[in-house]
C-alpha cells in the first residue's frame, strides 16, 4: 500500500520560510517521479517543482529561486523548501509520487500552507 504523508505547513508571516516533508511507505522516492502541486481556494491545483528519478529537479521560473524540491533516500522523504514566501503562496501542498506508464499516481492527503501580510 502507498502513501503519502505531508507536514510542516503553518502559518508564517511574508518573507518567512517553511520546509515541507513527504514522507513515502510503499515506494522509494529515488525510483519514482516525485513533485509538489499547490491549490489555492477557487482555483485549480498548480503544478510547483518535480524531482526526476535521477536527481534532477525543475522548478517553474515563477518559482525559481524561492522554491526548491529536494529528497532523502535514506528517509524517503521528498522536501520542499520555501524561502521569501509571499500571501499568493497561501494554499493546499500535495505531495505527488508517479511517473510510469500503466501505474497509478499517488497523492498525499496536503498539508496548510498561509503566508500572512
Known amino acids: 500500500q502507498v502513501q503519502l504523508v505531508e507536514s510542516g505547513g503553518g502559518l508564517v508571516q511574508a518573507g518567512g520560510s517553511l520546509r515541507l516533508s513527504c514522507a513515502v511507505s510503499g515506494r522509494t522516492v529515488s525510483t519514482w517521479q516525485m513533485s509538489w502541486y499547490r491549490q489555492a481556494p477557487g482555483k485549480e491545483r498548480e503544478f510547483v517543482a518535480i524531482i526526476w528519478t535521477a536527481g534532477t529537479t525543475y522548478v517553474p521560473d515563477s518559482l525559481k529561486g524561492r522554491f526548491s524540491i529536494s529528497r532523502d533516500n535514506a528517509k524517503n522523504t521528498v522536501y520542499l523548501q520555501m524561502i521569501s514566501l509571499k500571501p499568493e503562496d497561501t494554499a493546499v501542498y500535495y505531495c505527488?509520487?508517479?511517473?510510469?506508464?500503466?501505474?497509478?499516481?499517488?497523492w498525499g492527503q496536503g498539508t496548510q500552507v498561509t503566508v500572512s501580510s
Open positions: 505527488k509520487s508517479g511517473g510510469r506508464l500503466a501505474e497509478p499516481d499517488y
